[in-house]
């Protein structure tokens, strides 16, 4: 390889380190929102841990999920589970009633996937 061509992959392995880079910085900022949405929007019921805890769980009629737990069972992504649960879709019991009330009127396409991102990072 000559120096010419040298530099050439230099400056692509630079720009591909860049790349990269930004990427993970935007991936934190998009983790840093959903961690801020989920506490308005999630916490008082699934707690400030996600563990299912919340300020308000002793008002409601069923437990809230654990979502630390969420990639452990059912055999969907955990996106797929997140986005069924705030549109209703997702699976009950025979005769049970679901656990939570529908958001997807309420939340931005934007703002359910930086929750999910949060979410993913506190899986145990």
């Known amino acids: 390889m000559n120096s010419i061509q040298q530099v050439l992959v230099a400056i692509a392995a630079v720009f591909a380190w860049c790349g990269t880079v930004a ?3 935007d991936n934190d900022r998009a983790v840093e929102r959903g961690n801020a949405h989920y506490l308005v929007f999630c916490a008082n019921c699934h707690g400030v841990n996600g563990d299912g805890h919340g300020p308000l769980v002793e008002l ?7 979502l630390t737990t969420l990639v452990q069972t059912g055999g969907e992504s955990l996106a797929e589970r997140v986005l069924k649960a705030l549109d209703g ?3 009950v019991g025979e005769g049970e009633q679901h656990k939570m009330p ?3 009127q309420n939340l931005e396409v934007r703002t359910i996937i930086e929750i999910t991102d949060y979410l993913k ?3 145990k």
Do not use: E, G, N, S
């Open 23 to 25: 990427a993970d910085a």
């Open 60 to 66: 409601l009629k069923v437990v809230p999920t654990d």
């Open 89 to 91: 879709r997702h699976q």
């Open 102 to 104: 529908v958001f997807t």
């Open 121 to 123: 990072t506190i899986q």
